[in-house]
């Protein structure tokens, strides 16, 4: 995936995508959940998903010169 503005390398985006995995891992009330279910139960988009959402707004921004 190519994002339109890659303001972190890809290791920086892989160490805080870890973060957010550790952290949701050790929430007590989803312990032993995978980490996509942990994301839904805590209606949390993933950061993939989050930085998509933020490329799209940029580019509409663009287009429509706002």
Same mark, same amino acid.
């Given at each position: 995936?190519? $994002?339109?503005?890659? *303001?972190? +390398? &890809?290791?920086?985006?892989? !160490?805080?995508?870890? /973060?957010?995995?550790?952290? $949701? ?8 959940? &995978? !980490? $996509?279910?942990? #994301?839904?139960? #805590?209606?949390? +988009? *993933? ?9 799209? /707004?940029?580019? !509409? ?6």
């Amino acid at each position: 995936m190519i $994002t339109v503005h890659g *303001s972190q +390398p &890809a290791g920086g985006i892989d !160490y805080i995508e870890q /973060v957010q995995r550790r952290f $949701t891992k050790h929430l007590r009330c989803l312990d032993g959940v &995978a !980490y $996509t279910d942990r #994301l839904q139960r #805590l209606n949390l +988009p *993933s950061l993939e998903l989050r930085r998509l959402h933020l490329d799209l /707004v940029f580019c !509409y921004k663009i287009v429509f010169g706002i």
